[in-house]
């Protein structure tokens, strides 16, 4: 054989174990209750002993890519208060939707078990808070995960970016380092954004703070000011509000920031919150707490710069294993409950719930770390006609509440732990930008070869909607 055969022959080899390297197997389905055949949304979906995974959307179904690396491992599908399901990846039917059946524990037999066992809420929770520097990761590490972040009205959205993004955390929980974290957006797969046509609150907001100009909403006209300095206020709100690093270095991050000053789960959380045992539920074969989160005898406040974010009560549920106390899954929501709140609430945002949170763990080599996390806050955008008093027929057709409160919606769902120190050290020396305003080429083989969120049938509907009025809006 000639060397330039030789040399075509070895090139079309790598070039094969290079595409088989890349191939993926893909993995569709719908996963229900085997009684009620409803839809259950957020089961995990992951191949077993890795970090890869993703979880059900609202309608219960998921799509999730398996390296072809993969094939021969095992696929678990699991939900709190449901046996799991397991198969082979290579063995898996995407043709029949998946059935999972109630398993719930004994209450009464658990709790006899030992005397030195916490037998209630509070205790169980006090108990699950000790042992977070036992269950929270001990190393710095860095963590893959997608982000769908939407804006919309109860009609339509007005911004939508996905993006995949990557979290540093030094690990820093029992110093309370909230300050030791970075996130970096790294590429772009959707973003449209129409919200320069409604920003007139966050216009005169940035006014007000960043040029000492106090200017009302209702007294400024959208055609005399430009879109650049619209979208420049609107950056500043998001940062200042609800941007990534918010989410993650706030109060909000419940437990990885529990040590920071005046944390929500912090030593004093037994005075802005109460604990119930409700009963215990299984996990993928382990036995879970579900406890009920009550008010206290203190308000819940966030402490945000510039904005009355106090006067709240807290309301949820916590799920923790009973064999080591890892928190599982926090179901978090505050309640105006202060009369001040209660009336800013109503008036500004139409709704007493001004944050609803979820957050959900995953465990990997006995450590647990962020998995996915939803949250959801009313967001001000002083938009269209507002009444004053009684109103008539006509007046009543110019009011449309559907169009003119707004909310915001953040998504992530974490696919990848490393943990390699060489690795982590390295990213530490590049640029850190967490502006999903960012601007980045599109890369079409980056997003065929990376898990998402699977989105609803109605942020579909929605999401094509959006497509098509932002491109008109171009134009």
Known sequence: MKFTQIKQFAIAFFLLIATSTLAQTELKNKVADFMTMLPIENASVYIQNTTIGTITNADGKFVLLVPQEYVKDTIVI???????YKTTIDQFDNQFDILLE???AALDEVLIVAENRPTTGNDIVLRALEKLQNNLPEQPYLQKGFLRHKE?????FKWLIESAITLYDDSSYVTGGKDNMRINVDQVRKSYDLRDVDSLFSYSTYLKYNANVDLKPKNLKRDTIKKSSLVKAIKWNDTRVNGLENLFKGKLNLVRNSKSPKAL????????HQFKLDTILVDNERKIYKIKINKSEDFVGLNTEGIYNEGYIADGWIYIYWDNFAIKKIEYQLKAGSNAQKSRSKTLFDTQINHKLVISYMEYQDKMYPNYIYYETPKLVNVGYKPKGKIDKEEEALFNKEERYYYTVQEILFTE????????AQSLEQDWDADIFSKKPYDKEFWENYNTLLESEEDEKLIKDLTKRSTLFKQ
């Open 265 to 272: 789960f912090g030593d004093n959380v037994l005075k802005t």
């Open 78 to 84: 699991s939900s709190i208060g449901y046996k799991s």
């Open 102 to 104: 109630e398993d719930v």
């Open 417 to 424: 732990i490393i943990q390699d120190e060489e690795i982590v």
């Open 152 to 156: 919309r009205n109860k009609k339509q």
